[in-house]
C-alpha cells in the first residue's frame, strides 16, 4: 500500500495524530495537559494555524488544524514536539525519545468530512472508555466548541463548515452540540482511522479534484512529473 503524498498549501486542515514513544504514558498529571496546552497556544499564536478541535489522551493526542503560509504542518509539529520534549525531560530528570518517530497528518476536507473528523477527537474519550460522556472530559475541545461564549484558543467562528450550522451564533451551537453527542457510525469511524494509518487523505472527491488541479497548475511552472505523483490516494 503506497502511503499519500504530502501535500502543503496554506489553508489546508489536517487531522495530526501523534503517540507516546511506544505508547508510553505522555500525561500523567493534570500539570502536564496545562502545559501541552500551553505549548499549542505558544506556537499557534506563532505559526498563525487555527484549531478547530483537539483531544490530549494519556499517551497520545489528536490535533484539527488549519494552517497559514507562516508554517507547514512539519514545522508546526516539529517545533511543538521538540519544547514538549524539553519540559519532559527537565520535569522528569530524563532523556530519549518520548514522542514516536513519525506523527499522522492526514488532510481533511472543509465539508462534512471536517465535521466527522471533529465529533471523532471530540469522542475519543468515550471510544477509549475512559469518559462515559464526552461532555465530562476536561482535555478535549468539546466544550469550547459547544458553550455559549466562544474562547480564543479553539477557532469556532473560522471553521468554515461549522459555521454552515446556522443562521446565527447560538443555532449554530446547538446544531454542532446535537450532532458531536450523537454516537458516531462504526463505519464513519473507521474510515478516519483508515486516513490516519496512511490509506488515504479523509477528503471528499471534490476536494480531491481541487488539490489535484492546483498541483498540476504548480508543476506545470516546474519540471513535469509523473500523473500518478499527483493523486492523492
Not at 507562516?70 to 520535569?91: C, D, L, N
Not at 477509549?128 to 482535555?139: F, N, S
Not at 455559549?148 to 449554530?172: A, H, I, T, W
Request: proline share 3%.
Amino acid at each position: 500500500m503506497s502511503r499519500p503524498i504530502r501535500v502543503y498549501y496554506s489553508g489546508l486542515i489536517y487531522h495530526v495524530l501523534n503517540r507516546g514513544n511506544n505508547r508510553q504514558i505522555i500525561f500523567a498529571e493534570d500539570s502536564n495537559y496545562r502545559h501541552y496546552l500551553n505549548i499549542l497556544k505558544r506556537y499557534k499564536e506563532k505559526f498563525s494555524f487555527k484549531i478547530f478541535a483537539y483531544c490530549l489522551m494519556t499517551n497520545h493526542v489528536h490535533l484539527l488544524l488549519q494552517v497559514s503560509e507562516k508554517g507547514s504542518i512539519s514545522k508546526i509539529m516539529q517545533a511543538i514536539t521538540i519544547a514538549h520534549t524539553r519540559y519532559y525531560h527537565y520535569k522528569y530528570q530524563c532523556s530519549g525519545h518520548i514522542w514516536q518517530g513519525r506523527f499522522k497528518s492526514p488532510i481533511v476536507s472543509n465539508d462534512e468530512y471536517l465535521l466527522t473528523t471533529m465529533r471523532y477527537i471530540e469522542q475519543n474519550p468515550v471510544r477509549a472508555r475512559i469518559a462515559p460522556d464526552p461532555k465530562g472530559y476536561p482535555w478535549s475541545s468539546l466544550l469550547a466548541n459547544t458553550q455559549l461564549k466562544s474562547d480564543n484558543f479553539v477557532d469556532r467562528e473560522q471553521n468554515p463548515v461549522y459555521n454552515g450550522l446556522g443562521d446565527n451564533s447560538e443555532e449554530r451551537r446547538l446544531a454542532y452540540k446535537q450532532f458531536v453527542l450523537s454516537l458516531l457510525e462504526d463505519e464513519k469511524a473507521q474510515e478516519v482511522r483508515d486516513s490516519l494509518i496512511g490509506k488515504y487523505h479523509y477528503i471528499s472527491e471534490k476536494f480531491q479534484k481541487e488539490i489535484n488541479e492546483r498541483l498540476i497548475r504548480k508543476r506545470s511552472r516546474g519540471r513535469p512529473k509523473r500523473q500518478k505523483e499527483l493523486t492523492l490516494n
